[in-house]
T-cell receptor, first 112, second 112 residues
Framework: QKEVEQNSGPLSVPEGAIASLNCTYSDRVSQSFFWYRQYSGKSPELIMS????GDKEDGRFTAQLNKASQYVSLLIRDSQPSDSATYLCAAGKGSTLGRLYFGRGTQLTVWP | DAMVIQNPRYQVTQFGKPVTLSCSQT?????MYWYQQKSSQAPKLLFH???????NEADTPDNFQSRRPNTSFCFLDIRSPGLGDAAMYLCATSGDGLREQFFGPGTRLTVL
């Protein structure tokens, strides 16, 4: 069983719509969760971090964490063509010597 | 601006010819990571340093070595590159193992 699973997609939404990206993690002791955006041929860029249950909003992005269900999601409101990228979910576990576990990513296309 | 720098951005080497990739950071982070990422795959952690403490992933081939001479610099040595080692190599840094990681731009390695 993989540590972090994501819908592989691809996910395609029209400009202006809400894009919903989902992620599950296998180990209940995971403590920190991140969403990264990765454009083709580029390195991952941090979008959101979330550590406690509930929602966290930053501009057009909202991260949601449900530890009971071991589920993390990312909502992108008012999606733009520039949001077209692969979105990586990551979960951290261990102590301060811990590490992040990455999912394979979900490819999002926003069409005009 | 604080950042993570990788050199070179593109590296072409011949089968079996050793190669060294470098990473430097101005974030003064304790933890530095090396990842290998192939197309449409999750970043795969090769090893990481917490300060000078080296942590090797169990499935990292012996062909891969790393050095961290000081807080700011970290090197990835591939002793005898094979065709299967062609990938994007990503360096990342973090304040501790469970916090967000910040990635450099990556080095694209081609093996001929």
């Amino acid at each position: 069983q993989k540590e972090v699973e994501q819908n592989s997609g691809p996910l395609s939404v029209p400009e202006g719509a809400i894009a919903s990206l989902n992620c599950t993690y296998s180990d209940r002791v995971s403590q920190s969760f991140f969403w990264y955006r990765q454009y083709s041929g580029k390195s991952p860029e941090l979008i959101m971090s979330i550590y406690s249950n509930g929602d966290k909003e930053d501009g057009r992005f909202t991260a949601q964490l449900n530890k009971a269900s071991q589920y993390v999601s990312l909502l992108i409101r008012d999606s733009q063509p520039s949001d077209s990228a692969t979105y990586l979910c990551a979960a951290g576990k261990g102590s301060t010597l811990g590490r992040l576990y990455f999912g394979r990513g979900t490819q999002l296309t926003v069409w005009p | 601006d604080a950042m993570v720098i990788q050199n070179p951005r593109y590296q072409v080497t011949q089968f079996g010819k050793p190669v060294t990739l470098s990473c430097s950071q101005t974030l003064n982070h304790n933890v530095m990571y090396w990842y290998q990422q192939k197309s449409s795959q999750a970043p795969k952690l090769l090893f990481h340093y917490y300060d000078k403490d080296f942590n090797n992933e169990a499935d990292t081939p012996d062909n891969f070595q790393s050095r961290r001479p000081n807080t700011s610099f970290c090197f990835l040595d591939i002793r005898s590159p094979g065709l299967g080692d062609a990938a994007m190599y990503l360096c990342a840094t973090s304040g501790d193992g469970l916090r967000e990681q910040f990635f450099g731009p990556g080095t694209r390695l081609t093996v001929l």
